[in-house]
Nanobody
Framework: QVQLVGSGGGFVRAGGSLRLACAAS????????MGWYRQTPGQQRELIAT???????NYADSVKGRFTISRDNAKNTVYLQMNSLKFEDTDVYYC????????????????WGQGTQVTVSS
């Protein structure tokens, strides 16, 4: 079983910064793609940023130049540095990971963290 535990959300004024972290634990072979998503209740989950195991990154247009995704493979942890936060960044943020759970199994399984609230005041 794989668990993802996110942390670092909170309240910040517009223009401020927050850093999210998400650590994976449990029994698995390796973690491939990791990413951050956000979701407003009643709406679809939105991709924010992803990072591969060799640190190739991809960002949604809405956060390019403001957010930076990174990961520490030794700690099985992904981070999201959020700068120049805007009111519209207010949301619940989720980490996700594509995990290969066993060396004998090529299949990837998607796991999600529990979500962390980010609130930006205007």
């Amino acid at each position: 079983q794989v668990q993802l535990v996110g942390s670092g959300g909170g309240f910040v004024r517009a223009g401020g910064s927050l850093r999210l972290a998400c650590a994976a634990s449990g029994s698995f072979f390796n973690i491939q793609l990791m990413g951050w998503y956000r979701q407003t209740p009643g709406q679809q989950r939105e991709l924010i940023a992803t990072i591969t195991s060799d640190h190739h990154t991809n960002y949604a247009d809405s956060v390019k130049g403001r957010f930076t995704i990174s990961r520490d493979n030794a700690k099985n942890t992904v981070y999201l540095q959020m700068n120049s936060l805007k009111f519209e960044d207010t949301d619940v943020y989720y980490c996700g990971a594509n995990v290969r759970t066993d060396v004998t199994d090529q299949a990837l399984r998607r796991y999600w963290g529990q979500g962390t609230q980010v609130t930006v005041s205007s």
